[in-house]
């Protein structure tokens, strides 16, 4: 059975770094678009960052030049750099891809 599994949440204060990982298992990493979600308490999720086959990335607007998405198809990973947190950041993290989404991570920034 295909599964995602993040991991790399936790609490850090603003400014901080955090670097989330999502490991996914099957053959066909390589194949997809990955993309990371949010949710935090009491709204919807909202998309982060996407990475595409090739490598392409593009980001939610607020989160531009402090997130960086990556990957490694060797180990069937995507990873999310996060720098200069800010509260805000606050959710739960979830790494997608076409028809299967992980458990999510908590990831808390303190002010």
């Known amino acids: 059975q295909v599964q995602l599994v993040e991991s790399g949440g936790g609490l850090v204060q603003s400014g901080g770094s955090l670097r989330l990982s999502c490991a996914a298992s099957?053959?066909?990493?390589?194949?997809?678009?990955m993309r990371w979600y949010r949710q935090a308490p009491g709204k919807q999720r909202e998309w982060v960052a996407l990475?595409?086959?090739?490598?392409?990335?593009n980001y939610l607007d607020s989160v531009k030049g402090r997130f960086t998405i990556s990957r490694d198809n060797a180990k069937n990973t995507v990873y999310l750099q996060m720098n200069n947190l800010k509260p805000d950041d606050t959710a739960v993290y979830y790494c997608y891809r076409p028809g299967l989404w992980g458990q999510g991570t908590q990831v808390t920034v303190s002010s």
């Open positions: 099957g053959s066909d990493f390589s194949a997809y678009t």
């Open positions: 990475i595409t086959t090739s490598g392409g990335t």
